[in-house]
């Protein structure tokens, strides 16, 4: 893999991959707006203070990017790792589009979580 796709904090920060996303137009992404009003309507749901914990099933586990104080084996129930993302990008095209793990509907799986100090949650919540 090329450092261009090493997924870092700084990148997601800085909107790296939101640009090389808007270069690729036949990925359909939410716009940065778009995700930013549903981030901070989530956080709004919150009240001051209440913990905020993150699943991780994949690549956060190993590659969290983001600051947390406190890590936990957690399960979630109602959702199994499958191979439910088509992608036409990085690891297929068009004519053979390439699959990759994500979240989809029965059974349950294994991960962890991690829980974001409240005082840091509009900041780190910006990096998930």
Known sequence: MSDEHVITRDKLRDGHFDR???ELASVPIRRKEEREAN???FLSKLG???DLWVFA???LIWNPAFH???KRVGRLHGYHRAFCIRLNVGRGSDEKPGYMLGLDR???CNG???RLDPADQEQESEVI
């Open 39 to 41: 981030r901070r309507a």
């Open 112 to 114: 962890l979580v991690y």
């Open 57 to 59: 099933y994949g690549s």
């Open 106 to 108: 029965g059974g349950s």
């Open 48 to 50: 001051g203070g209440e």
């Open 20 to 22: 090389v996303l808007e």
């Open 68 to 70: 947390y104080v406190e």
